[in-house]
């Protein structure tokens, strides 16, 4: 008598399909439920992220062949099922885990820091603070580059006074641009004017940022990298999860219930897609004037209330301040023009308080810990009695 595949042989078989689309097994994905063998039929529960899945066809015969093939298997019947919710969703993160760590390699140091900056709306001032906390750790004595990822809506260029083009290196690979001491890279230092308008679809943004990231010199020795994220939970952002899983996320939000509500959504799909949140900053907070009478004109609490729900802390309140908005006008960011007033001072800290929270890398290696160690040691006063 031959020996019948039992239910385990049946998973392990199931290994083998793969769902074309999320480039992972079917087991793995956590698509198949239960599964039976009785009187040579083996029975699966397969379920599918809609019942109405472009693919099931495909991925049906794919397990009927690979189940049939095992020894004392004359029929497989597959009950097709859509997800729960829950179940798509833990379906999601499994596919984004997988096409982060096969990733390709880029020309990021893995060693360089990765900030993003993101916020759930635009027109929260995510860009000036963007361009005035690295020029805030440029002045700190960190090396600093500083990619403008909003593709559409670039603005950095201006902010920094760049007025220089992208051009390539003999290695073909395109070389930054260094602006206020901090290295460039911006679609608006490839466009002829300002005013060009780049008409790109969604997947040209997310090649473009590619790109910027796999073909730019960038310096080795970056402590960091920030990123001006163009606004919303799109494409540009998923492709930085994917292409850089050491990212880390801080979000930016108005003080305002509807801007905070807003920004959460950049937190969650940063969360989803295993990119650390840092913290907040809330921008726009509170105006003074030059008689010392304070308005709160976008309402109270937002940044905070945000970053309690996030469990992560707020990292400044930024006032309102007409230096910030001459001061991107101009190429001069505030931090450098105007280092005193109330707007340079909370981004001042705000990058301090990044810096304390990820450390540059090459501070955290053992190396660097073992060298830190003897120096105390060889510092240290002699023991009484040695």
């Not at 916020?119 to 906390?133: E, Q």
């Not at 500083?146 to 760049?162: E, H, K, Q, Y």
């Amino acid at each position: 008598m031959g020996t019948t595949a039992t239910p385990e042989d049946v998973t392990a078989a199931l290994r083998g399909v793969v769902d074309p689309e999320l480039g992972g097994d079917v087991v793995e994905l956590g698509m198949v439920g239960e599964v039976t063998v009785a009187g040579g039929v083996a029975t699966i529960q397969l379920a599918l992220t809609i019942a109405a899945c472009p693919m099931r066809d495909q991925i049906e015969a794919d397990v009927k062949r690979k189940v049939t093939a095992l020894p004392g298997i004359d029929e497989t019947v597959v009950k097709v099922r859509a997800m729960s919710a829950e179940q798509r969703a833990d379906l999601m993160a499994v596919a984004r885990r997988r096409a982060r760590d096969g990733a390709a390699p880029t020309m990021v140091n893995p060693l360089t820091r990765v900030i993003a900056i993101g916020s759930g709306k635009g027109g929260v001032g995510k860009s000036s603070l963007s361009v005035n906390l690295a020029v805030a750790m440029r002045i700190a004595g960190y090396k600093v580059g500083l990619l403008d990822a909003d593709i559409w809506g670039f603005s950095v260029p201006r902010m920094l006074g760049a007025t220089e083009r992208l051009e390539a290196n003999a290695d073909r690979k395109i070389v930054p641009v260094e602006a206020q001491g901090i290295q460039v890279v911006s679609t608006g230092l490839l466009v002829e004017t300002e005013e060009t308008a780049l008409m790109w679809r969604g997947l040209m943004l997310s090649k473009a940022l590619e790109q910027f990231l796999r073909d730019v010199a960038w310096d080795p020795d970056l402590d960091y990298l920030l990123l001006d994220m163009p606004p919303g939970t799109g494409d540009v952002q998923m492709a930085l999860a994917r292409l850089l899983p050491q990212a880390e996320m801080v979000v930016v939000t108005t003080p305002q219930k509807a801007a905070q509500k807003v920004a959460a959504r950049i937190a969650d799909m940063a969360r989803r897609s295993y990119m650390p949140v840092v913290g907040v900053i809330e921008n726009m907070s509170g105006f003074t004037t030059e008689t010392g009478s304070h308005y709160e004109l976008f309402g109270t609490g937002g940044g905070e209330d945000l970053a309690n729900d996030l469990g992560v802390p707020l990292l400044a309140k930024v006032p309102l301040d007409p230096l910030v908005v001459s001061g991107g006008d101009e190429g001069t960011p505030v931090v450098i023009a105007h280092p005193q007033a109330p707007s340079a001072v909370a981004i001042t800290q705000a990058a301090a308080r990044i810096v304390e929270l990820v450390p540059p890398a090459q501070e955290e290696t053992c190396t660097a810990r073992i060298a830190i160690l003897i120096a105390s040691l060889e510092n240290a006063p002699p023991v009484a009695g040695a």
